[in-house]
């Protein structure tokens, strides 16, 4: 092998291992779950997870309209906190009912087959936890909280 080879295969090696190393010192934890049918996760898990979501919604709420009306930058500090915790949260929402549950877990039934009702249903029911939680993003109202903490229980009928 020539003297040219081998600097280029060590420097592959030595950038394999530098990324490596990195890997292994910068580990980010994830909260997705991956689209592969692996049964790691379970129903019951993303539903309390789906209520821990709903309640930390409900305390922002609490929280921004505690400090609406106040003019001093603490409390428009904190407010724009609670306002980006409430927008989270009702992110990680939208995201397990899409990624986990609707894509992994709503199967198909074709029109005219025994089920398909149901399906839409399970359909609806899902798709009314996401807009539940999109409107928690829209409104600092307990109500739309009230809201979607039902569609949360809703969509728990089927886990």
Known sequence: MSRYGLVSLS???????????????????????????CGIYDDV???????????????????????????????????VRWVATKEDHASDIIQTV?????AQKVKPVASGSDGHDAYLEKLADHHMVMVAAMKTKQSADPAAVAALNEAIEKLATYY
Do not use: M, W
């Open 11 to 37: 420097t592959i090696g030595i950038t394999v291992l530098a990324a490596a190393a990195l890997l292994a010192v910068h580990q980010v934890e994830t909260q997705a779950h991956c689209q592969v049918p």
């Open 45 to 79: 898990a993303r539903v309390k997870h789906l209520r821990e979501d709903a309640a930390t919604i409900a305390k922002a709420i609490a929280g921004i309209n505690d400090l609406a009306g106040r003019k001093d930058a603490h409390s428009f500090n904190q407010a």
């Open 98 to 102: 899409s990624e986990y549950f609707l």
